[in-house]
């Protein structure tokens, strides 16, 4: 069983930056792929970046590409997103989440944060 709780959201100009953490608990944590994903309003929930289970592979959607970096501290069980250039489209509940390996379903993923809210004003 894995819990994870994610932070770090709140209201940032277009333009600013943001990161957002997720703490996971249980000591298998280094086993898992963790992503995460993001729900606007009236809207499915959508990939956003995904990391395997060491750091050495990323996976981005097309949309964050170049704008954010998803990193994650093993020894801290710790997944982070770093979100630079934000746009006002970029606003949505972020997800963070836990699967057996990379993957852009929801499907995918086994465990699930409660989600942090990001506004980008115009």
């Known amino acids: 069983q894995v819990q994870l709780v994610e932070s770090g959201g709140g209201l940032v100009q277009a333009g600013g930056s943001l990161r957002l953490s997720c703490a996971a608990s249980?000591?298998?944590?280094?086993?898992?792929?963790m992503g995460w994903f993001r729900q606007a309003p009236g809207k499915e929930r959508e990939f956003v970046a995904a990391i395997n289970w060491s750091g050495g592979i990323t996976y981005y959607a097309d949309s964050v590409k170049g704008r954010f970096t998803i990193s994650r501290d093993n020894a801290k069980n710790t997944v982070y997103l770093q979100m630079n250039s934000l746009k006002p489209e970029d606003t949505a509940v972020y997800y963070c989440?836990?699967?057996?390996?990379?993957?852009?379903?929801?499907?995918?993923?086994?465990?699930w944060g409660q989600g942090t809210q990001v506004t980008v004003s115009s």
């Open positions: 989440n836990a699967g057996p390996g990379i993957a852009t379903m929801t499907a995918d993923y086994d465990y």
């Open positions: 249980g000591r298998t944590f280094s086993s898992y792929a």
